[in-house]
């Protein structure tokens, strides 16, 4: 019954691997800032992925990450 289900899984899975292998050599970085002290960092996009994922965002919102230099929020400024 949860047949469809479990394709659509495998092909997600697949895209994923896919891109993985295509972006090799080629990371894309997000430029983050934190409006509190200034503090600017750029976040590699599979971390960004991770952090979206985890917080079940849609696509194309970005996360916010904690800042490394006063723990403040991080935003993305791209
Ligand atoms: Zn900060």
Do not use: H, S
């Amino acid at each position: 019954m949860d047949r469809k289900k479990g394709n659509q899984e495998w092909l997600e899975e697949l895209t994923e691997f896919e891109r993985a292998i295509l972006g090799i050599g080629e990371e894309t970085y997000y430029n983050y800032r934190c409006p509190q002290c200034g503090y600017e960092q750029e976040v590699p996009d599979f971390v960004v992925d991770e952090f979206a994922a985890y917080d079940e965002l849609p696509p194309g919102v970005m996360p916010e990450l904690e800042c490394g230099n006063c723990g403040g929020t991080l935003k993305c400024v791209d």
